[in-house]
């Protein structure tokens, strides 16, 4: 089983930054592509930004410039850098990976619980 763990969410005025955090542990053979989505409420859960194993990276067009996603492969972790965040961002983000556990030769769908991303006017 594959866990991933979210941490860095809060409060901040619009125009500030936040960094979120996202860890996966347990028995993990390899990790394919990772990625951030987010949800606001009601809304459907959009792709923020993704990277591969290789370091390639995309991201919502409407996000390019003010966010940044990067990756540690080595540490299975990835980060993503929101700068002159508007109250617009606002929404629950979710880590999500694509795994594969060992043991187990097939990719899997992993999500985090999600943190909450609350932009203030």
């Known amino acids: 089983q594959v866990q991933l763990v979210e941490s860095g969410g809060g409060l901040v005025q619009a125009g500030g930054s936040l960094r979120l955090s996202c860890a996966a542990s347990g028995s993990i053979f390899k990790i394919n592509a990772m990625a951030w989505y987010r949800q606001a409420p009601g809304k459907q859960r959009e792709l923020v930004a993704i990277t591969t194993s290789g370091g390639s990276t995309n991201y919502a067009d409407s996000l390019k410039g003010r966010f940044t996603i990067s990756r540690d492969n080595a540490r299975n972790t990835v980060d993503l850098q929101m700068d002159s965040l508007k109250p617009e961002d606002t929404a629950v983000y979710y880590c999500?990976?694509?795994?594969?556990?060992?043991?187990?030769?097939?990719?899997?769908?992993?999500w985090g619980q999600g943190t909450q991303v609350t932009v203030s006017s």
């Open positions: 999500y990976a694509r795994a594969i556990p060992r043991g187990i030769f097939n990719a899997s769908d992993v």
